[in-house]
């Protein structure tokens, strides 16, 4: 086909993928859109060694031969061809990545779908992205769904509602945790519409073998199960939580990774969103009325975000200061890309309006090395920085930016390693003061000169108690040292972050005992998660869940086992 909307763009000894309904004049929040139309090869018929044998072929090497589509002389001399003994082939089965996020993208998409009615017929499920319900309602969108078989199963999407989905096992704890707390794990519902098939969590659709096409359910229902059982040991601390629940919001944090070193499969590598409501000044580049604060930028933040945020480089616009606390890559491989699209957006959204409007780059404060990389990458493509050296703001009076000041202070890590403390309006109480973030350390003595009675107090928890003499070698805490940090300095409430990877759920360590001891300084212990959300009243809220989330989490790491076993089984079978 010479028409260069549709094109096939990869094959191999398994599937063709191919692309259409390319419009350079629309454009979703990550660039150009298209669809994809994705098609298992042809299946070879069935050989028949009965019919093979009647042809005076014998058994052995040359069954093989014909079945690999190999011409071969049987015992007379005369040719025997793989058709005369194998069934008809069949076309493969396929499914398609249907991409609509305009009118007129509709349209080309009819119009294309028209051309390519037969391979649509070979279609065994669609997957609708689709920007809003206007569209999904529209006449055209009736026609297009009039090209696909009858049996054709579609499950919808809408890109305004995302879901934080990558590993299945990732995916299926963000749900359980939901149903714990919803409101602290973000992952917003798509919304139903009459006639919308939305897939269940953890559903998966086989496309072979032919014997088994179809949506498999099982673990879809294993986890609804789950959920039933655990209702019950989340009514008493449902009804506890519900009495603190405060109705206004003035700040909140998301964890975009709570690993170290590097990512996971369940935890990524460092990363806090903190977005401040403000009246009395504004983000320079984004709605007037929030900021947010990036305390590092591990690999693949933005990544991070695109899952958690329909629009995110709304979200990215509004980021007024991002904060890296050492140069160790695993809190600053990801700053770079951020920047970068940041200020891309900025340049294709408001570069051409009228009124000279300037950017506003975000305030840096970074350590030695990485602000000379930086540096040098901003250069290079072109974009301006605002940086200040964490060493320059190690003092009394820090640096105030956007009615908020940033003070960073030493911790016993590597060479050059700081923690940041932030104090505003929003982060305080009439008891306690600021946020403070030790990035990566071990205890020491002087740390308690600049946390005294924070507001918020998030700690590395990297090892388990009994791991203390490795914590000392690499410069990290404990859990329970995080904790005795928490109770010393008088926290209001900490919360536990850069966890080893060996302990990729809720870390059943020493951690324990002072969640249900008598600590002698009242404080919330919250033990942090990637993509956890946490306001004023979710910090008194969520500590009472965390007696039912460490049992949910623990015999949910005996299903994960399982299935993965049962899916190492069935890695023959073409699953979605």
């Not at 990036?294 to 991070?304: A, K, S």
Request: net charge negative.
């Amino acid at each position: 086909m010479n028409d260069p909307a549709f094109s096939q763009f990869y094959s191999d000894e398994y599937v063709t993928v191919s692309s259409f309904g390319w419009d350079g004049n629309v454009s979703n929040r990550n660039g150009r859109s298209c669809s994809l139309l994705v098609q298992i090869v042809e299946q070879k018929g069935k050989f028949d060694p009965k019919k093979a044998m009647e042809l005076h072929v014998p058994k052995g090497p040359l069954f093989g031969q014909l079945s690999a589509g190999e011409t071969v002389l049987n015992t007379k001399g005369v040719e025997v061809r793989p058709e005369q003994v194998c069934a008809p082939s069949k076309p493969g089965p396929a499914f398609l990545w249907l991409s609509v996020h305009s009118e007129q993208q509709l349209q080309l998409l009819v119009n294309e779908c028209t051309m390519l009615r037969d391979q649509l017929q070979l279609v065994s499920v669609v997957f609708h992205d689709v920007s809003t319900l206007e569209i999904r309602g529209h006449p055209l969108y009736r026609e297009l769904l009039s090209h696909f078989h009858s049996t054709c199963s579609h499950q919808w999407r809408m890109t305004s509602h995302t879901q934080p989905l990558s590993f299945t096992g990732t995916a299926r704890q963000t749900a359980l945790l939901q149903t714990v707390c919803p409101q602290a794990f973000l992952s917003p519902p798509h919304p139903h519409a009459s006639g919308m098939d939305h897939a269940r969590a953890l559903a998966a659709f086989c496309l072979l073998p032919a014997s088994r096409s179809g949506w498999d359910l099982s673990a879809a229902n294993r986890f609804s199960g789950e959920c039933e059982q655990i209702e019950g040991m989340l009514q008493g601390s449902r009804a506890l939580a519900e009495q603190g629940r405060l109705s206004y919001l003035t700040w909140d944090l998301v964890f975009l990774g709570t690993g170290c070193a590097i990512p996971s499969r369940y935890r990524n590598v460092s990363g806090i969103l903190l977005s401040l409501k403000q009246t009395t000044c504004k983000s320079p580049n984004g709605p007037p009325d929030y900021q947010r604060i990036l305390l590092d930028c591990g690999e693949d933040t933005v990544g991070t975000l695109s899952r958690l945020y329909a629009e995110v480089d709304d979200i990215l616009a509004t980021i007024t200061a991002i904060v890296i606390t050492h140069r160790h890559a695993d809190h600053h491989l990801g700053l770079c890309r951020l920047l970068h699209r940041q200020w891309s957006y900025w340049m294709e959204h408001h570069s051409q309006r009228e009124g000279g409007e300037t950017f506003v780059p975000p305030l840096l404060i970074l350590p030695t090395a990485v602000d000379a990389y930086v540096a040098e990458y901003a250069e290079k493509i072109g974009f301006p920085l605002h940086m200040v050296k964490c060493a320059d703001v190690c003092n009394a009076m820090g640096i105030t930016w956007n009615s908020v000041t940033f003070t960073t202070f030493r911790v016993d890590h590597c060479p050059g390693a700081f923690g940041i403390s932030l104090d505003a309006p929003a982060l305080r109480s009439s008891t306690h003061s600021k946020l403070v973030y030790t990035g990566d350390t071990q205890p020491y003595a002087a740390f308690y000169e600049h946390c005294w009675r924070p507001y918020i107090l998030i700690h590395d928890s990297t090892f388990e108690d009994e791991l203390v003499a490795e914590a000392r070698e690499k410069k990290h805490s404990t859990c329970k040292e995080a904790w005795q940090s928490g109770q010393n300095s008088q926290a209001h409430c900490l919360i536990m972050t850069h966890f080893s990877q060996r302990y990729p759920k809720f870390p059943t360590l020493a951690v324990q005992e002072p969640l249900t001891g008598a600590p002698s300084h009242p404080m919330h212990t919250i033990v942090a998660f990637d993509g956890m959300r946490l306001d004023a009243a979710l910090l008194a809220q969520l500590p009472l869940h965390a007696e039912v989330m460490a049992t949910l989490l623990q015999s949910e790491s005996q299903t994960d086992a399982a299935a993965d076993a049962e899916t190492e089984a069935q890695g023959h079978d073409t699953e979605l």
